[in-house]
T-cell receptor, first 110, second 111 residues
Framework: DGGITQSPKYLFRKEGQNVTLSCEQN?????MYWYRQDPGQGLRLIYY???????QKGDIAEGYSVSREKKESFPLTVTSAQKNPTAFYLC?????????FGPGTRLTVL | DQQVKQNSPSLSVQEGRISILNCDYT??????FLWYKKYPAEGPTFLIS???IKDKNEDGRFTVFLNKSAKHLSLHIVPSQPGDSAVYFC??????????WGAGTKLIIKP
């Protein structure tokens, strides 16, 4: 079954802790993306990667870090430097213009 | 500055009628446009797209119209069904692998 998986679905962390969100795809897509969605708002791009071992900052990269060591995987780390980390995080991948999304991870900072 | 705008935060339509969702853009370099549908707490699902060389693309109940001179596109859903209730996002790209997203329109289908 081809697709994009994100785990976990719900994640809780204490303030001041780093946390890593997982994103895996078996669609053989070159490009992968991380977005954040806040209530009543659209999608905001955090980071994207067009190829293995390369990634670029999006519009709201501060307080986040990523890695792209494998084509299939694009984990996102939310660091303690991120001021408002509570949000719904979406991972996507694409081969050209159309992006396909995972189910999302809801991160809540307590 | 928002390059892709969805000016209606919400839209309410009677079941069976036509739903029309609108989207405006400012960047004339955009050459590919997409509509996504999103349910709460789920990832967006790709719905339909259109290239700038076309003015219409149809897929079942969904039709997207593009007016390049007005920098405007619209998504028509006919007939509207209860399962169409969701947030609809318009997105555009100039083929640099990035999508520019609108803020979304919440569509409510009334029984």
């Amino acid at each position: 079954d081809g697709g994009i998986t994100q785990s976990p679905k719900y994640l809780f962390r204490k303030e001041g802790q780093n946390v890593t969100l997982s994103c895996e795809q078996n669609l053989n897509h070159d490009a992968m993306y991380w977005y954040r969605q806040d209530p009543g708002q659209g999608l905001r791009l955090i980071y994207y990667s067009q190829i293995v071992n390369d990634f670029q900052k999006g519009d709201i990269a501060e307080g986040y870090s990523v890695s792209r060591e494998k084509k299939e995987s694009f984990p996102l780390t939310v660091t303690s430097a991120q001021k408002n980390p509570t949000a719904f995080y979406l991972c996507a991948s694409s081969d050209r213009d159309t992006q396909y999304f995972g189910p999302g991870t809801r991160l809540t900072v307590l | 500055d928002q390059q892709v705008k969805q000016n209606s935060p919400s839209l309410s339509v009677q079941e069976g009628r036509i739903s029309i969702l609108n989207c405006d853009y400012t960047n004339s370099m955009f050459d590919y446009f997409l509509w996504y549908k999103k349910y709460p707490a789920e990832g967006p699902t790709f719905l339909i797209s259109i290239s700038s060389i076309k003015d219409k693309n149809e897929d079942g109940r969904f039709t997207v119209f593009l007016n390049k001179s007005a920098k405007h596109l619209s998504l028509h859903i006919v007939p509207s069904q209860p399962g169409d209730s969701a947030v609809y996002f318009c997105a555009a790209t100039d083929s640099n692998y990035q999508l520019i997203w609108g803020a979304g329109t919440k569509l409510i289908i009334k029984p």
